[in-house]
C-alpha cells in the first residue's frame, strides 16, 4: 500500500550553482520547477575574484545578477567563512564587497553558514545591523541550526524580528544524513538540509511530512554535484526537483 503524500514544502533550494554552468541555464529550470530556489555561495576568500568550485567568480555572479532582473530566478545568498564573523560582530557583508551587486533584487534571503563553529555573537551590534537590513529589504535572514552560534542567534532574534528563519543541517556542511530529523521550533519558520539526494528525497519527505506539521523548506548541495566533474550537475539538479515536487504545496 503506497503511503500518502502531504504536501509541505513551500521552497525547494538547490544551492551550489558556479561557473561549471553558465547562469542563463538556470533559467528553464526555473520556469520547469517554479517552487526551486537557487542557493548561491559566498565568501570573501573564495567569491568575487575568480571563483571556485561551489563559490561562483564575481563576473559569473554580475550575469547572475542581470539575468535575475527579467527571470524568473528566486535566489539566496548562502554566507560563509570570515563574512559569518563578520556579521555576528555586526558588519554585514553588503558593506565590504557585496554592494558592488544589485542584492535587494536579486536575493529574497540570506543563510549564515555557521557549520557547527563557534562565533563571537555582538548581540547588541548584530541586532542593530539586522534591524537597518530587514527595514531597507524585504527578505528573509536564515541562521543555521547549528547546535552552536546560530541556535543563539536565531532564538535571541525571532522573538524580536521579523523574517528570521533558521535551517536545521545536521551535517553540518558535509551532506552526510541525519539518524533522525529535529522537531521545529515553535513560531521559527524552519528549513531541513543534510544528505539529501535525488536517490532518498523520497523517502526522507515521507518522514518529515509527519514530523513538521506545517510548511518547511528543503536544501541539497552536496549531492548535486558531478561524479567525474564535480560541477553543478543539471541533471541530478532536476532529478531531485522532480522527486520533491509531489510535496510541494500548490498555489492556490
Known amino acids: 500500500m503506497t503511503k500518502e503524500i502531504k504536501p509541505f514544502l513551500n521552497t525547494v533550494t538547490v544551492t551550489g550553482a558556479d561557473d561549471s554552468i553558465p547562469p542563463q541555464a538556470l533559467i528553464p529550470i526555473a520556469e520547469r520547477f517554479p517552487f526551486v530556489e537557487f542557493g548561491i555561495l559566498l565568501s570573501n576568500r573564495m567569491s568575487l575574484a575568480e571563483g571556485t568550485s561551489r563559490f561562483p567568480s564575481k563576473n559569473w555572479l554580475m550575469q547572475l545578477a542581470s539575468i535575475a532582473q527579467v527571470a524568473p530566478l528566486r535566489c539566496s545568498g548562502h554566507i560563509c567563512g570570515n563574512w559569518v564573523h563578520d556579521a555576528f560582530r555586526g558588519r554585514w ?4 564587497g557585496l554592494h558592488l551587486l544589485p542584492w535587494y533584487k536579486m536575493f529574497g534571503a540570506f543563510q549564515l553558514n555557521t557549520h557547527a563553529e563557534m562565533h563571537e555573537l555582538d548581540s547588541e551590534a548584530m541586532g542593530m545591523m ?6 531597507l529589504w524585504p527578505g528573509h535572514i536564515i541562521f543555521q541550526l547549528d547546535g552552536q552560534s546560530g541556535n543563539k542567534a536565531a532564538m535571541e532574534y525571532k522573538l524580536r524580528m521579523p523574517r528570521i528563519a533558521g535551517l536545521f543541517d545536521m551535517s553540518h556542511g558535509t551532506g552526510n544524513l541525519p539518524e533522525g530529523w529535529p522537531a521545529p521550533i515553535n513560531g521559527l519558520a524552519c528549513g531541513y538540509a543534510g544528505g539529501l539526494s535525488p536517490e532518498n528525497v523520497a523517502e526522507q519527505l515521507y518522514k518529515l511530512q509527519d514530523l513538521v506539521g506545517g510548511l518547511a523548506w528543503i536544501d541539497a548541495e552536496t549531492s548535486l554535484r558531478g561524479e567525474k566533474s564535480n560541477g553543478f550537475d543539471l541533471d541530478r539538479v532536476k532529478k531531485f526537483l522532480t522527486a520533491a515536487e509531489p510535496w510541494v504545496v ?3
Do not use: D, M
Request: hydrophobic residues 40%; contains cysteine.
Open 250 to 252: 500548490k498555489a492556490s
Open 93 to 96: 557583508p553588503l558593506n565590504c
Open 130 to 135: 539586522l534591524t537597518g537590513l530587514l527595514g
